[in-house]
C-alpha cells in the first residue's frame, strides 16, 4: 500500500517506495529516503515495533536525514503495510522470532545493500531492538553500529499484574493446547493508538500521540490490535534468548542502548543489565521518558539527540 500523508504527518519528500518479498515471499512493504544535507554519513535503517507502521517514523526519518543520513526502513511482517499472517489483519502474529530474522536479511539483502549508499547503521525500538540485539552477535553484520531505543529484553507485566513466570507458563500451554493464534487474556482488535491520551503508556507527548492517531482513523488498514498467543510465546522466547548471560558477551557490534524512565511496556532494569555485560557498547537513561522515547515531547527527543549525536560524531549544530 502507498505511504498515507496527511497535514500533519506527511510523507518526506523523496520517497522511494514499494513491496520485497520476505524470506517466504510474502510482500513486505519498504520506503527510502536519500539524504538532505551533506556530508553524506551513510545509510540509517530503521527498525520499529510491535504494531508500528512507517508513517510512524516520518519525523525521525527527517531528523536522520538531516544529519547526513540516507534511511531505509521496512514494515515487519504481520503488521504495517505488509503481509498479515492470520485471516483476521487486526492480530498480530508470529511463529518465532527467527522469520524476522530472516525478513531482515531480506530487507538488506534486496533494498539496502544495492539501493543504499554505505556504511550501515540501525536505529531500532522496542521489539525492533531485539532483533537487531539478535543480529549483533553475527560475525558478518551489515552495521558499523547499532542504536536501540527501549529494546524489549523483558516485557513488563499487564493491569493485572502476573508475574511474567506464570505469563509465560499460560502461554506456552495455550500454544501447546492449539491455541497459538488466540488473542492473549483481555486482547482484542483494539489497537493501542486508539486508548485516550490521558489512559497511555507510550508517550506523555499529546500532539505526537494524536498525530499518531490520526494515521490510524485515516488508514486503519494500518492497525494492529492485541498480540496473539503465538505471537507473545515468541516474545518470551527471544528475550529469554538475548538475556542469557552469555548472550551480550557476544555481541560483536557497538551498540548503544537506550531506556526510558518511566517506561511500563518493557522492563528498564533488564537493559540495564544487559547493557553491563557488554564488551562494546554504552547504556543512556532517558529522564521523564515513556516507552516511545522518539515519540515523546521536544525535552526528552533533544536528550535522546543530543546522545544519539555525540555517539555518532555528529555536529549538533549542523545537524
Known amino acids: 500500500m502507498p505511504l498515507v500523508s496527511l497535514a500533519k504527518n506527511p510523507v518526506p519528500s523523496g520517497a522511494t517506495t514499494g513491496d520485497f518479498p520476505g524470506y517466504d515471499g510474502a510482500p513486505l512493504r519498504y520506503a527510502r529516503w536519500s539524504a538532505t544535507r551533506g556530508p553524506a554519513r551513510g545509510t540509517f535503517c530503521v527498525f520499529t515495533g510491535r504494531s508500528e507502521y512507517i508513517e510512524k517514523y516520518f519525523e525521525v526519518i527527517a531528523d536522520l536525514r538531516r544529519r547526513g543520513f540516507a534511511v531505509a526502513i521496512h514494515d515487519w511482517r504481520g503488521q504495517g503495510g505488509s503481509h498479515r499472517m492470520l485471516p483476521n489483519p487486526r492480530k498480530g502474529h508470529i511463529k518465532d522470532f527467527s522469520e524476522f530474522d530472516r525478513d531482515l536479511a531480506a530487507f538488506m539483502q534486496q533494498i539496502v545493500l544495492p539501493e543504499c549508499p554505505p556504511p550501515y547503521y540501525a536505529l531500532a525500538h522496542s521489539m525492533g531492538g531485539n532483533i537487531l540485539a539478535r543480529h549483533a552477535v553475527a560475525t558478518d553484520s551489515w552495521f558499523e ?7 524489549m529484553f523483558e516485557i513488563l507485566a499487564e493491569k493485572e499484574r502476573v508475574p511474567a513466570g506464570l ?3 499460560f502461554v506456552e500451554t495455550a500454544c501447546l ?3 497459538s493464534t488466540r488473542y492473549v487474556p483481555t486482547g482484542s482488535d483494539q489497537p493501542a493508538e486508539m486508548t485516550t491520551f490521558e489512559g497511555n503508556m507510550l508517550t506523555s507527548d499529546r500532539e505526537r500521540y494524536m498525530r499518531n492517531r490520526q494515521v490510524i482513523e485515516a488508514a486503519p488498514e494500518l492497525a494492529l490490535g492485541y498480540p496473539t498467543d503465538g505471537w507473545t510465546r515468541a516474545a518470551y522466547r527471544s528475550c529469554a534468548h538475548v538475556m542469557d548471560p552469555a548472550f551480550a558477551r557476544r555481541v560483536k557490534v557497538p551498540l548503544l542502548l537506550f531506556s526510558a524512565a518511566n ?31 522518539m515519540q515523546e515531547n521536544d525535552t526528552i527527543r533533544q536528550h535522546f539527540w543530543s546522545v544519539f549525536d555525540a555517539y555518532l560524531g555528529i555536529d549538533a549544530n549542523a545537524a
Open 167 to 169: 505469563a509465560r507458563f
Open 263 to 293: 517506561d511500563r511496556i518493557v522492563s528498564s532494569r533488564a537493559i540495564e543489565a544487559f547493557a553491563s555485560r557488554l564488551k562494546i557498547g554504552a547504556h543512556v537513561t532517558i529522564p521523564q521518558s515513556q516507552h516511545e522515547i
Open 177 to 179: 493446547l492449539g491455541f
Open 145 to 151: 553500529r547499532i542504536v536501540l531505543s527501549a529494546p
